[in-house]
């Protein structure tokens, strides 16, 4: 485990990575939301879970991408985009962003030559909105389940083999589903880039965003988070997990003198 004293330093530079991030986007007008953990986080600690050591946010697909165009210019210096474009060995199909002011080698790096940044991280997942339909979520669930088994080895697919070829045909399939987000019975999706998780939520469970309270800060987060976690987490979240089911991704964080 990593020692408590060095993953809350650690987590405070994901904080001010968060705050940065939150700056860009209302200055382009570009919508985001906390997901997953840090969506958990908010609504049972009001900031980090204690022993989570990443950040979870999700974009409508269309800004997303506006994002990645942008970032470049927008981010400052301890700031790296990364994606399969900006860094040539990165093996995910999602954006990450990461910190030059601190490492972390996850447990599925460990003892592997990695060539990619490894910087604290905060991930960005790209959404879709399609019908609500059960062809539908047939279809979802499937396509997620293929692009895991052609995904990188990581904490999510152990056993999944790195081919980026047949994942962009898939992550383009669920793509040509989604028809925007003035529906208000449109189900919300991850895009194929994030495969973890085939949860999907009610539109109007998430729009208008709100915001909520992460560590004194106010951050948008969907307007119904029971509904969100409801979807994501098959255990009761609102209890505090024993040490056996605490989820961390974290082998090592070193900081940058």
């Excluded at 994942?167 to 669920?174: I, K, M, N, S, T």
Aim: with cysteine; net charge negative.
């Amino acid at each position: 485990m990593i020692d408590p004293k060095v993953l809350r330093k650690a987590q405070l530079i994901m904080l001010d990575m968060l705050i940065e991030f939150d700056a860009i986007c209302k200055k382009q007008q570009l919508q985001y939301w906390l997901d997953s953990g840090s969506l958990l986080g908010a609504v049972r600690h009001q900031g980090f879970i204690p022993w989570d050591d990443d950040i979870d946010i999700s974009m409508p697909i269309e800004d997303y991408n506006k994002f990645l165009n942008i970032a470049q210019a927008e981010l400052s210096r301890d700031l790296f985009l990364q994606t399969t474009q900006t860094d040539k060995n990165f093996k995910f199909d999602y954006a990450k962003l990461r910190s030059n002011r601190a490492s972390i080698v996850e447990f599925h790096e460990k003892g592997r030559q990695i060539n990619y940044h490894q910087g604290l991280f905060v991930d960005i997942f790209p959404m879709l909105a399609i019908e609500n339909s059960e062809e539908n979520k047939k279809l979802y669930d499937s396509t997620l389940k293929e692009i895991r088994g052609f995904s990188a080895t990581s904490l999510h697919t152990p056993n999944g083999k790195d081919d980026p070829k047949k994942r962009a045909v898939l992550v383009e399939r669920l793509k040509q589903k989604h028809q925007g987000w003035e529906i208000n019975k449109a189900k919300v999706i991850y895009g194929g880039e994030m495969p973890d998780v085939a949860a999907w939520f009610d539109m109007d469970a998430i729009f208008p965003l709100t915001t909520m309270e992460f560590e004194g800060h106010a951050f948008p987060t969907p307007n119904n988070p029971s509904h969100y976690l409801d979807a994501i987490y098959s255990f009761n979240y609102r209890e505090i997990p024993p040490l056996n089911k605490r989820v961390v991704h974290a082998q090592s964080i070193n900081f940058v003198q």
